[in-house]
Each structure stands twice: as C-alpha cells, then as structure tokens.
C-alpha cells in the first residue's frame, strides 16, 4: 500500500519564484492529484510536467508524478522522482516508504529495508511499513524475522489479513505446518468469509503431504470462490498427486480460465494427460507451459513423469537445450 497523493505547497520566498506562477504550479498538482485519484495516470503525468517545469523544486510535484511512474509499472522512473523528493526534502516519509517498496519489487532487497528501517525510527508502529519490511525480508529467506514483523503490524492492527497470510506463508516455507494451521484459524476467527484461511490449510497439507485434508481445505475455499485460481490449481495438483487424473484435468483446466498464462498449470496438465495416455494433449501443454516459463523445459528433461514421452520426436524439441548463439548472432526464440 502506497501513501496517498500530497497536495502540500512550500513557502514560495524559498523558492525565489513568483505568486503568480506558484498559484499555476499549484492548479498543476491539484490537476494531477485529481487525475491520480480517478486512475487517469496518463493525463496526471501531463499536469504534474508541468508544475516541475514551471518549479524544478517543488518537492511535492516530483512525489505525485514518482505516484503516476508506480502506477504505470515505470519503477526506474518512479524510483527517480522519489529520490528527487528526498534531495528536495530529506524527511518525506512517503518518498522514503515508497522507495522502499519499488526497491523491493526491483529486487533490491537490502535497500528496501533500510528504506523502511528509516520511517520506522520516526513511525515505529507504522503496520503497513512494518508489514513491507516483512515481506522483504521473506524475499531473502529470512523467515524468522519476517514472522517478528508480521506478529508485530497484527498486534497493531489484528484485523490486517495480509500479515497473517503472509506470517501462514513463511511458515509454510519452514516447514512448520501445525503453524499454519494455527495462522489460519486465526484468520478464519477474524474473517470467517476468508477464502485465505481454506487456502493456507490446503496448501500446508498439500506440502505435508496429507491429501485428503488438502482435498477437504480446498474445496472449501472453492465453496467459498468457485472460480478462486489458487484453489483450483492447487486442487488439481493434489488429484494429480491421487492419480484422480481426469479430476485434476477437470481442475487445471478451470484454473487456467482465469489465468490462461499460468505455467504451472499447464506443466502439471501436461503431466495428467500422460498418465491418461493423451500424448498430444501432453505435449500441447507442455510446450505452452514452456513459452510461458523458459525454465519448465529444464524441469521437463528430468522429470520421470514424462518417461513415456521420451522418445517422441516433439517433446525432444520442445525440451531441447537452446543452442548458445555464436558471436554476433541473436539466440533463437525458444
């Protein structure tokens, strides 16, 4: 979660600019402000130029637009314009919070935290910087500190369902399973309507290997949300895992409607259809699941499920190693 959009204006006489301009320059931010408030990113990118061409100082013009570059996915340029803002204003906490959460999505997770440390020392119970921290810190397997900060943005705020799927999660990444399960029926106490809590069971049974009660857990998120991707998918990977193989197909296929681009449906559809005996369907899929995601084709290689497909001329191609490109050359698509 971002901070909002700031419609806050310097003392002009700092700024050794006119009246007149400041009141453009302020019309400008307001205009932007208001277009980011109604998701116009494009037409609030034109107003907030503007107000930084008529000011280059107006540490708040460059906080709204560094907004707009994280809304349209331009994190190079919204990383930017948030630096501008804490060279302009060293103790923006917003700039400094949401340099923190591009850096994260950037992957530099160190940066990030030290970006969080910092409004932390004058905002420690801050659960939304809390929370961030946390979940960076689970970017870098560092479970039992992401735990700390999720335990403490819930005591701040025990309805904070994000921390405590995300505190289920990291105990799923230890291995901790009668955890999980106590993270989810807390989250079922809080919001018993949560599909979250079935979810966080489902999968903690499923890595545990407890089937049925996956199966069970499942179902009941999918009661909750029929068409819920997560549930299908994962649903359909604990059939597969039961040999309920038309089940499962039945499954990923209804994943993959809502996210047709899901890789791990696709390879785990393809593997279904080899044990139906569906050559053609399996490679199909297989060879989806490998344009999505490159890697599946190492995946593949080695995977006994696919033994009776290892000599078929198709699935050697579509597993193929891509040939390294000489020099000069492009490496072929694939």
């Known amino acids: 979660m971002h901070p909002p959009p700031q419609r806050v204006y310097a003392d002009p006489r700092a700024w050794n600019i006119d009246m007149s301009t400041i009141k453009l320059e302020e019309r400008y931010i307001d205009l932007g402000v208001k277009f980011i408030n109604e998701e116009d990113p494009e037409r609030a990118l034109r107003y907030l130029n503007r107000a930084i061409t008529l000011n280059p100082a107006s540490y ?13 996915n331009r994190l190079e340029d919204a990383l930017s ?19 923190g959460v591009v850096l994260r999505e950037l992957g530099r997770s160190e940066e990030a935290i030290a970006c969080f440390d910092s409004v932390l020392r004058y905002e420690p119970d801050n659960d939304d910087v809390i929370f961030n921290r946390g979940v960076t810190l689970a970017d870098l397997e560092r479970f039992p500190e992401a735990i700390e900060c999720y335990d403490k943005a819930i005591r701040l705020v025990p309805s904070k369902l994000d921390a405590r799927i995300a505190k289920g999660e990291a105990f799923i990444e230890c291995g901790q399973y009668d955890r999980v399960e106590l993270a989810a029926d807390e989250i079922l106490e809080v919001n018993p309507g949560s599909v979250e809590g079935h979810l966080l069971k489902g999968l903690a049974r499923l890595d545990g290997e407890q089937l049925s009660g996956a199966l069970e857990a499942f179902a009941k998120a999918i009661e909750i949300v029929p068409d819920d991707h997560v549930a299908l ?3 359909g990977i604990t059939f597969l895992r039961l ?39 399996a490679l199909d899929a297989l060879q989806t ?10 995946e593949a290689r080695g995977a006994k499920e696919f033994e009776p497909l290892r000599s078929e001329p198709r699935f050697k191609a579509v597993v193929a190693r891509r040939a390294r490109a000489k020099k000069g050359e492009k490496p072929s698509p694939g």
Do not use: W
């Not at 708040?60 to 349209?72: E, F, K, P, S």
């Not at 314009?81 to 340099?99: C, I, V």
């Open 60 to 72: 708040i013009a460059y906080y709204n637009r560094g907004t707009v570059h994280d809304m349209l």
């Open 233 to 235: 998918l994962h649903r």
């Open 81 to 99: 314009d948030y630096e501008r803002t804490l060279e302009l204003q060293p103790n923006h906490l917003a700039s400094l919070y949401n340099r």
């Open 289 to 298: 699941a490998v344009e999505i995601h490159p890697p599946r084709r190492t």
């Open 243 to 281: 040999c309920r193989n038309e089940e499962a197909v039945q499954d990923l296929k209804a994943a993959l409607k809502n996210h047709p681009d899901c890789d791990e449906a696709f390879y785990n559809l393809a593997i279904a259809y080899v044990k139906l005996g569906q050559r053609d369907s």
